[in-house]
């Protein structure tokens, strides 16, 4: 089983066990809120600006609470387990790591971690590097990011250094703001992880 396939069947399993109601890492959303974002990724490609925009974020929202009004939390799960056609290129390329965040995110709220291969921890490498650059861009701090097994990677300028160390799994949670295992040093560590906390 590909990996996208792995972290989708089991948050669906994970999020049938806790009920809808159970919390999750994600501020302010319990399970069934973040069942409906992912349906809404999957389903209503039109609200995804409010995703990432403030502006369109009200639209997006209206959306999210109206599926899972007219759908009911199982509803939502029952179609989560096969994505539309539509979305499968897109699963295969970047799918994994939205399901692997989101299911961290209900695992992580319960005490727990998802259990990764080395391979599976490996191949998360290149998109935390990614978010890396998205994190220094944001912090305006130079950052140098060294992977778990891998060499240490220069990012960016600035007047500080801030220095970020894990498995990549641990660095690609930690780049999208959430709590992770990393070593983080360097200047003024806190402004640096305040700016995080937009991501």
């Not at 096969?82 to 005490?111: K, N």
């Not at 650059?133 to 240490?152: F, H, N």
């Amino acid at each position: 089983m590909s990996f996208v396939r792995r972290q989708r069947a089991q948050l669906i399993d994970l999020m049938r066990e806790v009920g809808p109601f159970a919390d999750t890492k994600c501020e302010g959303w319990q399970v069934q809120d973040l069942a409906a974002h992912l349906w809404i990724r999957e389903h209503r490609p039109s609200a995804l600006p409010g995703i990432g925009f403030e502006a369109f974020a009200g639209r997006t929202e209206r959306i999210q609470q109206e599926s899972l009004h007219s759908k009911g939390f199982l509803g939502l799960l029952e179609e989560l387990q096969r994505p539309p056609w539509y979305m499968r290129p897109m699963d295969r390329l970047a799918g994994g790591v939205e399901w692997y965040i989101h299911h961290e995110d209900v695992r992580r709220a319960r005490g727990e971690k998802v259990r990764l291969t080395a391979r599976e921890v490996d191949s998360l490498e290149s998109i935390a590097l990614v978010m890396a650059k998205k994190a220094q861009r944001e912090s305006g701090a130079q950052l140098v990011v060294t992977p778990r097994r891998s060499k240490p990677r220069t990012l960016g300028t600035g007047d500080r250094t801030i220095f970020v160390e894990g498995p990549a799994n641990e660095l690609l949670l930690h780049f999208t703001g959430r709590d992770s295992d990393v070593t983080v040093t360097g200047d003024d560590v806190e402004a640096y992880r305040e700016s995080l906390k937009g991501l």
